[in-house]
């Protein structure tokens, strides 16, 4: 049995919302349990939803340990690109969850920001 999670966003231009949601369910094989956890967070640092399945370790360590990446453009897509995803790369490596394999690196966790 492949572990499925399940994290959606809906955004509503007319109203100027956005929803996002997630389960609760851990699996291992063939086993589910109801988690505390939240898969869906608002991390004060950067002012961003963020909906993460996979690792629970690696989602904590981004709740709670990554620092908000300074702005440093105007330009949202390099602020992601450079700002964000340079951050978490770096704050997941250094908390040890995540690993370089044939040149690649794997963090056990999937986000929707």
């Not at 291992?28 to 002012?47: A, E, M, P, R």
């Not at 399945?53 to 620092?67: E, L, V, W």
Request: aromatic share 8%.
């Amino acid at each position: 049995m492949t572990p499925v999670t399940c994290i959606a966003a809906v955004v509503d231009p007319k109203r100027k919302i956005i929803w996002i949601a997630g389960d609760s369910a851990a699996t291992s094989g063939y086993d589910l349990s109801i988690v505390i956890n939240q898969k869906v967070f608002y991390h004060t640092g950067t002012n961003f939803i963020i909906g993460c399945c996979g690792s629970a370790r690696a989602t904590n360590i981004i709740r709670y340990k990554m620092p908000p990446p300074e702005p440093d453009t105007d330009d949202d897509m390099s602020y992601m690109v450079n700002g964000f995803v340079e951050t978490l790369r770096e704050t997941l490596k250094s908390a040890g969850s995540a690993v370089k394999n044939d040149e690649m690196e794997y963090t056990g966790v999937q986000l929707l920001v």
